[in-house]
C-alpha cells in the first residue's frame, strides 16, 4: 500500500466511509428508485423532450419502464456500484480511478440538491448532506495530497460543519424539524412528544457548538470525538427505530440502508480524531506496529 503508515487508519475511516455511503445509495436505486423524479417531472424538461424530437411518452415512459428517462433511473445504480468499489480499489497513483470518484461526489451532490428541491429548497436540507458530498473529495485528497494536508483537513473540516450545522438548524427549530426527528425520538427513548422536543433541542444546541468547537484548537479533538459518537448514534436510529420482528426481513431491506449510507456523519470526524491524534499516542502506536513486526 501507498499509504503512510501513521495516516493509515485516517485513510482506512474514509475508505469505510465513502464505501457504505455508495453502497447505501446502490440499494436505494436498485431496490427502490433514485429520488431524480422533483427534478425531472418540470415543464423545463417537457421542452428538452420536445427539442430532441421524442413526445411525452417516449421521453418520460408510461410506467412500463419503456421511457428514456425511466430506462435511465433503472441502470445508474451501476454507476453507484462502481463508485462503492473504486473507494476500495483506488491507491494514490490510481489517478483514472480518482477521477471516477470526483464524479462520484458529483452524483451524490446531485442527489443531495434532489432532496434540497422536494424539501421547498430549505437549505438546512442541502448542507446537512455535506459529509456524503464531499468525502469521496476528502478520500482522494487524502490519498492525493495526504491525510494532514492543509487542503484535506480543512475539507473534511468544512464537511463535518455542513453536516452537523443541518441537522442542527433542523433540531433546535429555525427550520420546521422533520416529523421523523420526533418519531425516532420517541419510539427509541420512549418519551412524550414535549420531552423529545426538549431532547432535540438541546442535541440541536449541541450540534451549532461542535461547528464552532471544531475549529478551535484546543477543543477540536473533543468536538471530533462528540461529532463521531453523535454521527453514529443519529445513522443507527433510523434502523432502531422502523426495524420489527413481524416485518420481512425484519425491515432491514426498508431501513438499513438509511443507517448505511448516513456513514460519513461519523466516519469524517473520527477521521480528523484520529488524525489530530497528540505525538505521544502516535509514537506508542508505531511502537506497539513495530513489536509486532519483530514478533513476526
Same mark, same amino acid.
Given at each position: 500500500?501507498?499509504?503512510?503508515?501513521?495516516?493509515?487508519?485516517?485513510?482506512?475511516?474514509?475508505?469505510?466511509?465513502?464505501?457504505?455511503?455508495?453502497?447505501?445509495?446502490?440499494?436505494?436505486?436498485?431496490?427502490?428508485?433514485?429520488?431524480?423524479?422533483?427534478? +425531472?417531472?418540470?415543464? /423545463?424538461? %417537457?421542452?428538452? $423532450?420536445? &427539442?430532441?424530437?421524442?413526445?411525452?411518452? @417516449?421521453?418520460? =415512459?408510461?410506467?412500463?419502464?419503456?421511457?428514456?428517462?425511466?430506462?435511465?433511473?433503472?441502470?445508474?445504480?451501476?454507476?453507484?456500484?462502481?463508485?462503492?468499489?473504486?473507494?476500495?480499489?483506488?491507491?494514490?497513483?490510481?489517478?483514472?480511478?480518482?477521477?471516477?470518484?470526483?464524479?462520484?461526489?458529483?452524483?451524490?451532490? +446531485?442527489?443531495?440538491? /434532489?432532496? %434540497?428541491?422536494? $424539501?421547498? &429548497?430549505?437549505?438546512?436540507?442541502?448542507? @446537512?448532506?455535506? =459529509?456524503?458530498?464531499?468525502?469521496?473529495?476528502?478520500?482522494?485528497?487524502?490519498?492525493?495530497?495526504?491525510?494532514?494536508?492543509?487542503?484535506?483537513?480543512?475539507?473534511?473540516?468544512?464537511?463535518?460543519?455542513?453536516?452537523?450545522?443541518?441537522?442542527?438548524?433542523?433540531?433546535?427549530?429555525?427550520?420546521?424539524?422533520?416529523?421523523?426527528?420526533?418519531?425516532?425520538?420517541?419510539?427509541?427513548?420512549?418519551?412524550?412528544?414535549?420531552?423529545?422536543?426538549?431532547?432535540?433541542?438541546?442535541?440541536?444546541?449541541?450540534?451549532?457548538?461542535?461547528?464552532?468547537?471544531?475549529?478551535?484548537?484546543?477543543?477540536?479533538?473533543?468536538?471530533?470525538?462528540?461529532?463521531?459518537?453523535?454521527?453514529?448514534?443519529?445513522?443507527?436510529?433510523?434502523?432502531?427505530?422502523?426495524?420489527?420482528?413481524?416485518?420481512?426481513?425484519?425491515?432491514?431491506?426498508?431501513?438499513?440502508?438509511?443507517?448505511?449510507?448516513?456513514?460519513?456523519?461519523?466516519?469524517?470526524?473520527?477521521?480528523?480524531?484520529?488524525?489530530?491524534?497528540?505525538?505521544?499516542?502516535?509514537?506508542?502506536?508505531?511502537?506497539?506496529?513495530?513489536?509486532?513486526?519483530?514478533?513476526?
Amino acid at each position: 500500500m501507498n499509504e503512510s503508515n501513521p495516516h493509515r487508519l485516517p485513510i482506512a475511516c474514509l475508505r469505510l466511509g465513502a464505501f457504505l455511503c455508495f453502497a447505501g445509495w446502490t440499494w436505494v436505486h436498485y431496490y427502490w428508485e433514485g429520488p431524480y423524479g422533483v427534478l +425531472l417531472w418540470q415543464d /423545463a424538461t %417537457y421542452d428538452l $423532450a420536445t &427539442r430532441l424530437g421524442l413526445s411525452w411518452d @417516449e421521453f418520460v =415512459g408510461t410506467g412500463a419502464d419503456d421511457g428514456f428517462v425511466q430506462k435511465w433511473i433503472a441502470r445508474i445504480w451501476w454507476l453507484y456500484l462502481a463508485c462503492t468499489l473504486l473507494t476500495i480499489t483506488v491507491r494514490k497513483t490510481s489517478w483514472v480511478q480518482m477521477s471516477g470518484l470526483v464524479l462520484g461526489s458529483g452524483l451524490l451532490t +446531485l442527489l443531495s440538491y /434532489a432532496s %434540497y428541491v422536494a $424539501a421547498q &429548497r430549505q437549505l438546512p436540507m442541502f448542507i @446537512e448532506h455535506g =459529509g456524503q458530498m464531499l468525502i469521496p473529495l476528502i478520500l482522494v485528497m487524502a490519498l492525493a495530497l495526504g491525510a494532514g494536508h492543509r487542503v484535506t483537513v480543512t475539507t473534511a473540516v468544512i464537511a463535518l460543519i455542513m453536516t452537523f450545522a443541518g441537522h442542527g438548524c433542523y433540531a433546535i427549530g429555525f427550520w420546521p424539524t422533520p416529523g421523523n426527528f420526533y418519531a425516532m425520538t420517541t419510539l427509541i427513548l420512549g418519551v412524550e412528544y414535549s420531552t423529545a422536543q426538549v431532547l432535540l433541542r438541546t442535541a440541536g444546541v449541541l450540534d451549532l457548538a461542535v461547528c464552532v468547537g471544531i475549529c478551535i484548537p484546543y477543543l477540536r479533538r473533543a468536538s471530533a470525538l462528540y461529532a463521531t459518537a453523535w454521527g453514529f448514534l443519529t445513522a443507527i436510529a433510523r434502523p432502531v427505530a422502523g426495524m420489527s420482528w413481524g416485518l420481512n426481513y425484519w425491515g432491514a431491506d426498508q431501513f438499513l440502508h438509511e443507517s448505511v449510507l448516513r456513514a460519513p456523519h461519523f466516519a469524517i470526524p473520527l477521521f480528523l480524531f484520529l488524525l489530530w491524534r497528540k505525538p505521544g499516542e502516535k509514537k506508542v502506536s508505531q511502537g506497539r506496529q513495530g513489536a509486532s513486526a519483530e514478533l513476526h
